[in-house]
């Protein structure tokens, strides 16, 4: 199987962080409703001179060092991203032109909401298998404070900005298993005809999708695989809501502390939630070389996708 293997990881954050109680400046709502609804306690929000694409460029940054790979080996670049600054040029592009990454490999955003970083990962797969190559430079951006409506409580305290980013290399005999799928829903909506539209949101209808999403992606890849959850060591989904990740550990029957979690601090940063969980477990020593770990993402769309690797 022509798998994927993680070689570097990094993320990015707005300096500016905003804890429940600033969101009162916006809102009628408390700490204490977002902290028992969601587990949502702190997200960072762009200041003027951050945007989607600053962050992607640092996260990028810090993940190639990470990998001690020169720029000059990235193969493949993706970025999944709903917030860039621009139509076009694509996030990716400005991407390639601050790293001077190579002009004769392929450069583009994707855009899947919140499992765009999987489907970009997944993405970078395929191309490189199509195409040749060995290293894909994958990031995950989000800016969602430009998306949304600051007077809508029900979608404002859920999201924050920041990019993650992965460098993976393309093995002949590397464990690697991937699910994806779709239904075309207007459960969460930006845009509209002139992109003039902030974000609206059915949360409920949100959370039901959510919490059969994950149980399904999981079963799935571990029925691709033979293999039972006690064979992985890290669940690493989307970081939209504690309680939707404690109703999947609950379906699934397994200990919680399989399933990594860091909403808290930085709220639903979309495609980019992912990516930060897989740099900060790096970091704090948590992926060691050999490891199994699945990733889930599922969001606006409504979209899902799940990968299986070792690292
Ligand atoms: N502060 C205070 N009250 C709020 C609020 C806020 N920020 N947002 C909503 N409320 C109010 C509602 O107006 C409603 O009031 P009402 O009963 O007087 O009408 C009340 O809280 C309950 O709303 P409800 O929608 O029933 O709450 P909930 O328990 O379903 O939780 C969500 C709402 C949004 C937290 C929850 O549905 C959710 O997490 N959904 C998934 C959203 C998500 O993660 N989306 C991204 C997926 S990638």
């Keep these: 199987m022509n798998g994927l293997r993680l070689l570097g990881t990094g993320r990015a954050l707005p300096e500016k962080a905003l804890d429940n109680d600033a969101m009162t400046q916006y809102v009628d ?6 902290t028992t609804r969601t587990g949502i306690r702190r997200r960072y929000f762009c200041a003027e001179n951050e945007t989607t694409t600053t962050l992607a460029i640092a996260a990028a ?23 860039g600054e621009y139509v076009m040029p694509s996030t990716a592009c400005m991407v390639h032109k601050a790293l001077s990454l190579r002009e004769d490999i392929p450069a583009m955003d994707v855009g899947a909401a919140c499992a765009g970083f999987l489907y970009a990962v997944e993405t970078a797969r395929a191309l490189l298998i199509a195409r040749g190559g060995r290293h894909a430079l994958v990031i995950g951006a989000e800016q969602m404070s430009s998306l949304l409506d600051m007077s809508d409580r029900n979608t404002c305290v859920l999201f924050g900005d920041g990019a993650g980013a992965a460098v993976f290399s393309l093995e002949a005999d590397a464990e690697y298993e991937s699910v994806c799928g779709v239904r075309g829903d207007m459960a969460i909506r930006v845009g509209g005809p002139r992109r003039e539209q902030p974000m609206a949101m059915d949360g409920q ?12 992606c999981v079963q799935q890849l571990l029925g691709k695989a033979g293999l039972a959850l006690e064979d992985v060591d890290w669940v690493v989904c989307h970081q939209a809501n504690q309680r939707i990740i404690d109703a999947s550990v609950r379906r699934l029957g397994v200990p919680a502390e399989k399933f990594y979690k860091n909403l808290d601090r930085y709220a ?10 897989l740099d900060e477990l790096r970091e704090q020593g948590g992926l060691a070389t ?15 996708s799940g990968i299986m690797m070792r690292v």
Excluded: H, K, Y
């Design 61 to 83: 940054q810090r993940a190639l060092e990470n990998a001690g790979l020169d720029p000059q080996a990235i193969d493949c670049l993706l970025v999944a991203t709903s917030s």
């Design 205 to 216: 209808s949100v959370f039901r999708f959510a919490v059969s999403a994950i149980p399904q």
């Design 290 to 304: 050999g490891m199994r770990i699945i990733m889930v993402g599922f969001g606006g769309g409504l979209t899902w």
């Design 29 to 34: 709502t408390s700490d204490e409703w977002i």
């Design 268 to 277: 639903n940063t979309s495609a980019a939630s992912i990516p930060i969980a």
